[in-house]
């Protein structure tokens, strides 16, 4: 079974500063995705950005970007220039390929990330 | 942008009654999904629809958990007699196959049983 790891309970940054979380996960197959997931204290589940593993470049989203090594299954993440806005939980999630079946996502534990003004 | 809705945002039950969590996924999506976050814990799978029937289910997904498309629009999760660790923030998901095809989350039903 995938498991997926989120290391770090908490973190915080100063506001413009660069955070970075990280992810690591196991699993059996080459074919795979992942994503990281905001969860803000409404609740709501917000995708930040996904990496398919067939791909060697590192997936980028304005301020986020992610530094994917799937050699060593790693997957973190990097906001550069924090802002307030960003203050939230941040799930870290694998997907199997669709060659393998259903597309659940496995999550890891969650980083709350804190952003100091 | 079209989005997955739920309703109701919170539900309050009393131990031992039934509830049913409704989502209406994105109307062009042919797979669906619950998820549960328990207060303080990770999101997890609780199961998988396609087709008008599960294509997987966790461990957590026992005899007390059905899921219903019932009209084409409505994908429900009911929970028959329910315990106090339901309480949980339940998550619809709905989303179609392929690499680039995320699954979009609803905004939650906040489920309290007393």
């Known amino acids: 079974a995938q498991t997926v790891t989120q290391s770090q309970p908490e973190m915080s940054v100063q506001e413009a500063e660069t955070v970075t979380l990280s992810c690591t996960y196991d699993?059996?197959?080459?074919?795979?995705?992942l994503f990281w997931y905001k969860q803000p204290p409404s609740r709501q589940m917000i995708l930040v950005i996904r990496q398919e593993a067939y791909k060697q470049q590192n997936a980028t989203e304005n301020r986020f970007s992610v530094n994917f090594q799937k050699a060593a299954k790693s997957f973190s993440l990097k906001i550069s220039d924090s802002q307030l806005g960003d203050a939230a939980m941040y799930f870290c999630?694998?997907?199997?390929?669709?060659?393998?079946?259903?597309?659940?996502?496995?999550f890891g534990t969650g980083t709350r990330l804190t952003i100091i003004p | 942008e079209p989005e997955v809705t739920q309703t109701p945002s919170h539900q309050v039950t009393q131990m031992g009654q039934e509830v049913i969590l409704r989502c209406v996924p994105i109307s062009n999506h042919l797979y669906f999904y619950w998820y549960r976050q328990i207060l303080g814990q990770k999101v997890e799978f609780l199961v998988s629809f396609y087709n008008n029937e599960i294509s997987e289910k966790s461990e957590i997904f026992d005899d007390q958990f059905s899921v219903e498309r019932p009209d084409g629009s409505n994908f429900t999760l009911k929970i028959r007699s329910t315990k106090l660790e339901d309480s949980a923030m339940y998550f619809c998901a709905s989303g179609n196959r392929g690499s680039n095809q995320p699954q979009h989350f609803g905004d939650g039903t906040r489920l309290s049983i007393l």
């Open positions: 999630a694998y997907r199997p390929s669709p060659n393998f079946g259903n597309e659940k996502l496995t």
């Open positions: 699993t059996s197959e080459s074919d795979y995705y």
